[in-house]
């Protein structure tokens, strides 16, 4: 952000302008300004699928109390999040645009330097989680190839007949045993004891264990979520592009003499989303509590569910309003690219506050769900498929409106996504991701329904074993003799 700030106020790294017309920029101010952009992608590739695995490893899960505040700590994560987007949206891009770009770039540089220091005064204080494994990754390679390898073994009748430590091994290394599950059963052949493969001391050891199974398992079974939740993450993708689009159609005035910006109906995602968090938190999770029994009100997967749903109710609306806009445009006879269509912006205002609340669901559960049902070590691993899934999703956008234009175009034809939205078929096109959501949303029950979550024992004591299994947003625990 200090190279951004100095880009965009010293002279020499800007530019020349004079009278409203500025020079091409020289080489060395180009290299300079995407080499900042370029560190800063840098530094929030380390920061952002690892900051909020570092706040939630900050509660034990061993305290009743601690794992009670841990249930509702990604949703006020996600808050603060959105309330720094706010200010940005509301603040600073009214100081870029009206009192220099410098300004603007150096107010989040100096608030950065800030939190850099109350984040480093807090390190003495900070609860470290150990790593237990030299490189946890290593199993995700290591299982399949065992599997393969024993492709040709009979699986146990028992499962219990797998290899696997004795707990005293995981109590003394403070690992967690994870406990066997009937999916993805092929890989279960990485942890066959075969008689033929013998150690130097006559026994029999295979090369993985069930717990290092059960690790991979939940990789694959997080993946096939991960794939069910791109086609959200597009829809989430017009807020910033056809959404936006389509309000430079509108007519955007407050009063006479004011117009508001067509991107600042996206504030109101961020809006809908901060007044949702507390009302899911304090009121929904209790009420669902009652009723489930589960600490968390609803599974990880119901919450997704829900989330889900609601997008597409969202995209619907959003495709009734634009069937809505071409009408109007058809009795008005509105064809140029700059002209305004009588019709309200804030007739959009539906579907984003809709995407807000959908996203206290989908996206906040995403990034618990992926981090809740990651393999011990492996939590970073988890935020990873929550991060990479939106920027797969973005691009996903991407290729959909590139490929649909240039195919619906073809032969001359009007184009579904055309440079003057007045002249062209939008309303196809939300109906096309309209059809592509519910289909994802079946594939989603399909996944979800298979989807088994990860059962593990936390802690030993005087015989008796407690088990904790993740039933999405539940936990239940057990006690076995």
């Known amino acids: 952000m200090i190279l951004l700030t100095m880009a965009a106020s010293f002279k020499s790294m800007r530019p020349t302008c004079a009278n409203g017309v500025c020079n091409k920029a020289s080489t060395s ?5 995407y080499t900042s952009l370029y560190i800063i992608a840098l530094g929030a590739g380390g920061t952002k699928p690892n900051i909020s ?13 601690e794992k009670t505040l841990k249930a509702s700590f990604f949703n006020w994560w996600m808050f603060s ?5 706010l200010c940005a949206t509301l603040g600073l891009v009214y100081i870029q645009e009206n009192l220099g770009w410098g300004l603007g770039y150096g107010i989040p540089a100096v608030g950065l330097l800030f939190s850099l220091f109350i984040f480093y005064l807090g390190t003495p204080i900070y609860r470290h989680k150990v790593r237990k ?6 199993d995700l390679i290591r299982v399949p190839v065992a599997a393969f390898r024993n492709r040709k073994l009979q699986l146990p009748d028992d499962p219990s007949e797998l290899h696997e430590f004795e707990m005293k091994d995981y109590t003394s290394s403070g690992k967690r045993q994870v406990h066997h599950t009937s999916v993805f059963r092929f890989l279960d052949k990485a942890a066959i004891k075969d008689a033929n493969r013998a150690t130097g001391s006559g026994t029999t050891k295979p090369p993985c264990t069930v717990t290092q199974v059960e690790g991979t398992k939940l990789v694959m079974g997080m993946a096939l979520i991960w794939l069910v939740t791109l086609i959200p993450s597009t829809i989430w993708a017009q807020i910033n592009t056809l959404f936006v689009k389509q309000g430079t159609t509108l ?7 004011f117009q508001i910006p067509a991107a600042s109906l996206g504030s109101f995602v961020t809006l809908s989303m901060l007044l949702s968090v507390p009302i899911y938190d304090r009121y929904f999770v209790p009420l669902m509590r009652k009723k489930t029994g589960n600490p968390r009100g609803i599974t990880l997967l119901q919450r997704l569910g829900i989330g889900f749903v609601i997008q597409v109710i969202a995209i619907a609306i959003a495709y009734a309003v634009e069937v809505r ?13 700059k002209e305004v269509i009588p019709m309200s912006i804030f007739c959009l205002m539906p579907q984003y506050v809709l995407l807000g609340i959908a996203d206290v669901f989908n996206a906040i559960g995403l990034l618990e769900f992926f981090y809740d049902q990651s393999p011990e070590d492996m939590q970073s691993l988890g935020t990873t498929f929550f991060t990479s899934g939106i920027g797969v999703g973005n691009f996903l956008n991407s290729f959909l409106v590139t490929v649909v234009d240039k195919i619906t175009g073809r032969n001359g ?8 939205l007045n002249d062209c078929h939008l309303d196809y096109y939300y109906g096309f991701l309209m059809v592509i959501s519910v289909l994802n949303l079946g594939a989603f029950w399909w996944a979800s329904s298979r989807y088994v979550y990860k059962k593990e024992t936390k802690e030993v004591n005087e015989g008796c074993v407690e088990i904790m299994e993740t039933k999405g947003l539940d936990t239940t625990l057990g006690l076995q003799v």
């Open 251 to 257: 007519d955007r005035h407050l009063g006479p003499n």
């Open 53 to 65: 695995t570092f706040g939630a490893d900050q509660f034990d899960d061993f305290d009743p109390h």
């Open 81 to 85: 999040s959105f309330i720094g987007a």
């Open 133 to 138: 494994t030299k490189s946890p990754a290593r």
């Open 413 to 420: 034809k009007k184009s579904w996504i055309g440079d003057n």
């Open 29 to 33: 101010q180009i290299a300079f300004f």
């Open 325 to 337: 806009r071409m009408h109007v445009i058809r009795v008005q006879h509105v064809i140029g690219t």
